[in-house]
């Protein structure tokens, strides 16, 4: 053990703290809240300290354990994984704040927060981990105690929610580990930081082809995509945020899908340094993600799994920027910026959000848009954080998110313009390729719009179908205790703080994750606020009006016919079958492998005894229809008793007689040949 | 004559185990059952004793038969590794068996069995040559089968049957083989790297074909594929004989012998690269395969286990058969593991069997909040058993894979797919438990079972013991490694 014993305490505090809660949860109640609260706040108020000392003294703190689980751990921490460290604590925080207004009535609350503290230790550990070796065995931990969130509330979608969660962990973890083996004997290390020279060196020396390379990559990228739900591994995420706590969802979409990204991000900074190709491939799973969340976002009706659909798809706006660091190589600082701020930016909003659904989740029980809506009427503060998260989320000029995806937009065009000076040699794809991602960027940026602005609506502007449910919700005041208020409150403030200020907030965030994507600081200060920035927002703007003008309230909404004055409602047009899950992998899964290899298997298992009854009936059992080792007489008088089979087959001399017959054979092989 | 109390681990078991046989009259008294804990603690201890004073370097010689046929004991590192194994679970599982044969009425002659088997497990351990292995290997069948039978109901019938049939079978082909060595190679002492001078032989075919013989014929005990079928029948037997015998002492003495004959009579360069290894490669993955999908298939919570065993069973062949040091080294770390991981899932299911009487996996639903202390156990045995990080079981498929990849080709990247493959299977197979038995579903009725509750200390204290191993293993295996690989390089 040497280093900065700090970081270990960092990441074994709060699992320690899970167990010390779980114990006083079974004495009581309260004060297992309050120490759980302590714990987060606890954790919370050192990652400050280590930030601000950060600024004073930029050495990172690194820590390692030799000894540890036969490799050893090793923790770091510099700029980025301070800055994500921090914000995990942040959430943690809030969240757990949050919590004890939720769970007020919930059973199992005990294992909750077990599980939880568990999760945040694990999830510390695959933020500060050094090498790949400590994320892989602290992503595992967080996988498998996050399930509980997943199944927390035991009814049948949430179990069913959990397996499926479950299974692409498991899957994940199981590919990715695949993905370690073959880097760790392809390089000899796993250290990060290292990576990159042992990576050049190995190639060098051949004992690693590019093919090998781009295997053990998509290992990789695939178990850490299926945590961070990139497609096609997303399935598990539209399913298991809705039916989770809202505080689990929270963290679910603002962290745990980071830890993913976090990996992709270390594979490809270090594995793939400067290697379009791989950044293709990224920017293309990234777009389909993109796209295919904010479209799912847009045709839910669930309060909860829309904001888990935009989770999916502003994950494919980080892995765009992932993909964009690869394809600039030296010249990523803006796509380096983009990334890490919209990672930032992404879960900051998402804290806020999911625990504005919590708050309207906990009065109504009910999430689907028809039955909540107009809940929100007639409650500012609620309306106004609500509205810094979806200004934030949309990309509207003046908020945090607008910084992060001006970037991103920024770096397409950077790489789109390079097609107009150099010769296209080296360059990969076309200009209207390029053209076309920015393009669909945009589009996806305007179903953002669309979508928030189907939520804000439908609980802040409109009034429900049912009067009489419309007033009980305008006469419900109390609907939050001040403790949720705060946490609420406290997260939401920052969002236009960041978006206001983005030179005095935004850049010195970017700046901590200089180090961790090998990338620079731009030359010169970026301007947010310029026209050619603010246009490419307001085309995306314009495009979310329009979206949901034309296509949400026309055709994702419909009206009773026989009443022209009703309330149109919202209804789920996406088609049922179109579900991956559904579709493709149960299936395949749970009906067409074992259904095979059940078969197969039941064969093998008695592989041996077909072998012995088939010679038993041939070559050692002449007791056939005819008998010839018993005469009829007495054959018959035993087959009333049904003893001479069994006296016969059963016997043990009959099993060595079998055996000292193939031992002859043998030895006869033996003499001839020995 | 410091070697000579060798013997005793040996033979102390086996004369008690006898004398508890023959005296009829004891049955109703509770003195002889503290007397066999007794006993077996003390057995333990000498064993400990002979461990930590390198007592057995030198070796000896009980008697012989013939000029080469003697009966030779002594302890090298693998020895020493599997006797240290069984001399630290042998003693809890007795003491687990107290309270699980409470109610039996044949509890004597199970005792009696039970502790015998320690004794010859402890002379397979030390057996310094073919002939000595070959002998308490046989000797091992006999004294277990009527603990098998055990119930002497049709289908403990039925299960015994096979298992006699089986490992006889298998112990004649490894007869084979012990003679063709002891033929070839006067005394059949184990030395590593092998006793058998490649060189000498002009017909290296045949040395391979006895080779797979004696593999098989070990593997029967090993659970090889096609030759598992006794294990998951085997397992009607009482819960300490499935947990401590069919998941610990006999499997592995038949891993162990394997690990003798390829390493210590053959040598692992004779072997590398034959048509003899790419055999036994072919049917230990069929095996890790084959063994963890029935797992999942199967719905009996003991036989599940069983499958499991067939599996892991393979996973330490699979590391044998990469025929390198490193090679060895993994199996002999999944040897000492698994069969903490494994005897702890035993326990505990036994420990439900016995509370509760239920015997099926579907019948398991919400157990785990009546019976915390098994199922959080029994939680860590899936997790290590699955290979999650932080329990002994990835250390030791962590070194299955290396050395697979060390050994690349063809066998070695087929291995690891063979070995995360079946992970997943594993995960699928023991998860469904544990979720059944802690997420039972929000409309569970908790009054069906609200007379389960966790066994008295006989049965928890090897749980939590055993459990308690595979954290720390899992956390800080240094030390144990570092001796494994000694053992693996020639070292000791």
Redesign the interface.
């Known amino acids: 053990m040497e280093g900065s014993i700090v970081l270990l305490c960092l990441v074994f505090w709060p699992m320690a703290g899970a167990l010390l809660s779980y114990l006083i949860g079974r004495k009581n109640k309260t004060i297992r809240d309050l120490f759980a609260d302590f714990v987060v706040i606890l954790e919370c108020l050192i990652m400050v300290i280590l930030l601000v000392q950060k600024f004073r003294e930029p050495d990172p703190l690194v820590f390692s354990w030799d000894e540890f689980c036969m490799m050893g751990i090793h923790l770091e921490l510099d700029g980025f994984r301070l800055l994500y460290g921090f914000i995990a604590a942040f959430m943690w925080t809030m969240t757990t704040v949050f919590s004890r207004e939720y769970f007020r009535h919930h059973r199992n609350r005990n294992r909750y927060y077990l599980f939880t503290l568990l999760t945040f230790g694990a999830t510390m550990g695959v933020f500060l981990s050094a090498d790949l070796f400590t994320t892989f065995i602290f992503f595992e931990i967080m996988s498998l105690t996050s399930y509980e969130w997943v199944a927390q509330e035991e009814n049948i979608s949430a179990l069913r929610a959990a397996g499926t969660y479950m299974g692409v962990a498991i899957i994940g973890g199981l590919v990715m580990l695949m993905g370690l083996f073959l880097l760790y004997d392809a390089t000899g290390t796993l250290t990060l930081s290292q990576m990159g020279d042992a990576i050049s060196n190995a190639v060098k020396a051949g004992s690693l082809t590019v093919s090998r390379q781009y295997l053990i990559g998509g290992l990789l990228v695939f178990g850490f995509g299926a945590k961070a739900g990139m497609f096609p591994l997303h399935i598990w995420l539209p399913a298991a945020h809705p039916v989770a706590p809202a505080p689990a969802s929270a963290l679910l979409s603002g962290i745990l899908t980071k830890s993913g990204i976090f990996g992709i991000l270390a594979v490809t900074c270090n594995l793939f340094r400067y290697q379009p190709y791989w950044g293709y491939v990224i920017v293309i799973l990234g777009t389909l993600t993109m796209f295919l969340g904010a479209l799912l976002a847009l045709f839910s009706v669930d309060l909860k799994r829309v904001l888990a659909c935009s989770s999916m798809s502003q994950i494919g706006f980080i892995l765009i920027g992932t993909g964009m660091i690869s394809l600039l190589g030296e010249e990523a600082a803006l796509a380096a910026r983009g990334t890490l701020l919209h990672m930032v930016n992404h879960s900051l909003i998402k804290l806020v959000l999911f625990m504005i659904a919590g708050v309207v989740f906990m009065n109504t029980h009910k999430l689907n848009l028809n039955e909540i809506r107009g809940f929100g009427r007639k409650k500012p503060l609620l309306c106004a954080t609500f509205l810094m998260g979806a200004l934030g989320i949309g990309g509207i000029p003046l908020w945090n998110g607008y910084v992060s995806k001006t970037l991103l937009h920024e770096s397409i065009l950077e790489y789109a313009g390079l097609f107009q000076v150099s010769s296209a040699d080296s360059l990969i794809g076309t200009y209207t390729f390029w053209k076309c991602i920015e393009w669909i960027f945009l589009i996806s940026g305007g179903m953002t719009v669309a979508y928030m602005m189907k939520l804000f609506v439908a609980l802040f502007v409109e009034k429900n179908t049912d009067p009489a449910l419309q007033r009980k919700y305008d006469r419900n005041t109390s609907y939050w205790n001040p403790e949720s208020k705060i946490a609420i409150l406290v997260s939401a403030v920052l969002l236009p703080v960041m978006g206001f200020f983005p030179n005095l907030v935004m850049d010195p965030l970017a700046n901590l994750g200089v180090g961790f994507m090998n990338s620079q600081v731009p030359a010169e200060k970026v301007v947010y606020f310029s026209a050619s920035n603010l246009e490419g927002a307001f085309s995306s703007i314009l495009m979310g009006l329009l979206i949901y003008f034309i296509f949400v309230r026309k055709i994702l909404m419909i009206k009773d016919k026989d009443d022209p004055k009703a309330l149109p409602i919202y209804v789920d047009r996406w088609p049922v079958w179109m579900n991956l899950e559904n579709v493709v992998y149960r299936p395949v899964l749970l009906m067409i492998l074992p259904g095979f290899f059940g078969i197969l298997c039941r064969f093998l298992d008695s592989f041996l005894d077909l072998w012995i009854v088939l010679l038993r009936k041939t070559l050692y059992r002449q007791t056939g229809k005819k008998g010839k080792i018993f005469n009829a007489n007495f054959k018959a008088k035993m087959a009333v008793t049904g003893l001479a089979e069994k006296m016969y087959a059963g016997s043990l001399s009959f099993g060595l007689f079998l055996v000292s017959i193939g031992i002859l054979v043998v030895l006869v092989v033996l003499f001839l040949y020995g | 004559m410091k070697e000579s109390i060798m013997i005793i681990p040996v033979f102390l078991p086996i004369f008690f185990g006898g004398g508890l046989l023959a005296f009829r009259g004891i049955e109703n008294h509770d003195y002889y059952k503290r007397l066999t804990e007794l006993i077996v603690i003390l057995n333990s201890l000498i064993i400990w004793a002979i461990l930590t004073n390198h007592i057995g370097k030198e070796g000896i010689e009980l008697f012989s038969l013939t000029s080469w046929l003697n009966i030779y004991f002594r302890l090298d590192g693998m020895g020493m590794v599997f006797l240290g194994l069984i001399s630290f679970l042998w003693p809890f599982a007795t003491l687990y068996a107290f309270e699980y044969m409470e109610h039996d009425k044949n509890q004597r002659s199970f005792f009696g069995f039970y502790t015998m088997t320690y004794g010859v497990t402890a002379a397979i351990a030390m057996a310094g040559n073919i002939v000595t292995l070959y002998i308490f290997y046989e000797l091992m069948t006999l004294v277990t089968f009527p603990l098998v039978l055990h119930y002497k109901d049709r289908e403990s019938r039925n299960a015994a049957?096979y298992y006699?049939?089986y490992s006889?079978?298998g112990a004649?082909?490894a007869f084979?083989g012990m003679i063709?060595m002891v033929m070839r190679a006067g005394n059949g002492i184990f030395q590593y790297g092998g006793f058998l001078d490649a060189a000498r032989t002009e017909?290296i075919n045949?040395l391979l074909?006895v080779y797979v013989?004696c593999f098989f014929g070990f593997g029967v005990k090993a659970a090889l594929?096609?030759?598992h079928?006794w294990l998951p029948k085997a397992s009607v037997a009482p819960t300490p004989v499935t947990a401590l015998l069919h998941a610990v002492a006999v499997v592995k003495a038949g891993a162990f012998s394997i690990l003798r004959l390829t390493y210590y009579c053959y040598g692992a360069d004779i072997l590398r690269g034959s048509w003899a290894q790419k055999v036994a490669a072919a049917f230990v993955m069929?095996t890790i395969i084959?063994g963890s999908?029935?797992a999942?298939?199967e719905i009996h919570f003991k036989r599940r286990l069983a499958y499991s065993t067939v599996s892991n069973l393979s996973y330490i062949l699979l590391g044998a058969i990469m025929m390198c040091p490193a090679g060895l080294l993994a199996a002999l770390s999944h040897l000492v593991f698994h069969a903490f991981t494994k005897i702890t899932a035993f326990f505990c299911a036994g420990a439900v069997m016995h509370k509760t009487d239920r015997h099926y996996i579907y019948e398991l639903d919400g157990l785990g909040c009546r019976m915390p202390v098994t199922f959080t156990c029994f939680t860590i045995a899936s997790?290590s058993l699955?290979g999650?990080?932080?329990f002994a079981g990835?250390?030791s498929k962590?070194n299955i894979?290396?050395a697979a990849?060390?050994y690349g080709g063809r066998i070695g990247t087929a291995g690891?797919?063979v070995l995360?493959l079946s992970?997943?299977l594993t995960?699928i197979y023991m998860?469904t438990i544990v979720?059944r038995a802690f997420?039972?579903?929000?409309d569970?009725d908790y009054e069906s079972i609200k007379d389960c509750e966790d066994p008295s200390w006989k049965m928890k204290l090897p749980i939590i013991v055993f459990s308690i191993v595979i954290l720390v293993f899992?956390?800080?295996?240094?030390p144990l490694?570092s001796f494994l690989e000694l053992i693996a390089k020639g070292g000791i």
């Open positions: 049957i006699l049939i006889i079978g004649t082909c084979l063709f017909n045949l074909l013989l594929f096609p030759l079928r069929v084959h999908s029935m999942v298939k997790l699955m999650v990080p932080l990835f250390i962590w894979a290396q990849l060390a690891i797919g995360l992970a997943l995960a998860l979720v997420f039972p579903g929000r569970f899992g956390i800080c295996s240094g490694l």
